[in-house]
Structures are given as C-alpha cells and as structure tokens.
C-alpha cells in the first residue's frame, strides 16, 4: 500500500484555476493508475482525472479540456491544473493509487469555488 497526501486545496473564484498536487511516499513508477476523485456534500463521489502508468489519461465528461492531469516519477507526484473553475466543482478532492490490485486513498483536501 502507498500513503498519499494532497495539497494545494482552497478558496478559488469561478473561473480562476488551481493546481492540487499528491505526494506518494513511495517510488510512483510501477503504481498502475494514479487519480484524482471529488465528492461534494451529499453527493457520491466521482472520478475527476486519472492517468496510468504509460501515460494514458481519462478525465470526467465535466472536466474535459479543463482540467490536466499529470505524473511526474521522480518527484513521486501527480498533480491535477484546473482551470475555468465552476462553482458546483466545491468539494474535497482525492488522490487515489492503484497497484497491484490494491487501492489507497488520500485524506482529501478542500476546494472551494465561490466568488
């Protein structure tokens, strides 16, 4: 299993952009898919963006040619830029790996977008 932790959540205007960022604490090169997952209140929670080892990515429909996500081995790092943020996109977001057959959570970092 890998310890993840996320960072760079906040208060952001709509329309404005904002980089989250999750660090591994170990080695991300053979971790299958690394992704990003938000879960607003009273809502389920959704898959964002997620990229695998090879550097395919998918995102989710509402996301599409807004938000990039990114892996970068040798700092152990996925990083999620968003941009042209929407104010229903307010909601603790998640970083998830999945490595041989087992999935890992982040504790979640808020991000708001409100004017």
């Known amino acids: 299993q890998v310890q993840l932790v996320e960072s760079g959540g906040g208060l952001v205007q709509p329309g404005g952009s904002l980089r989250l960022s999750c660090a591994a604490s170990?080695?991300?090169?053979?971790?299958?898919?690394l992704g990003w997952y938000r879960q607003a209140p009273g809502k389920e929670r959704e898959l964002v963006a997620q990229i695998t080892s090879g550097g395919t990515t998918d995102y989710g429909d509402s996301v599409k040619d807004r938000f990039t996500i990114s892996r970068d081995s040798a700092k152990n790092t996925v990083t999620l830029q968003m941009n042209s943020r929407k104010p229903e996109e307010t909601a603790v977001y998640y970083c998830?790996?999945?490595?041989?057959?087992?999935?890992?959570w982040g504790q979640g970092t808020q991000v708001t977008v409100s004017s």
């Open positions: 998830r790996a999945v490595a041989a057959g087992v999935h890992s």
């Open positions: 170990r080695s991300i090169f053979n971790i299958n898919r």
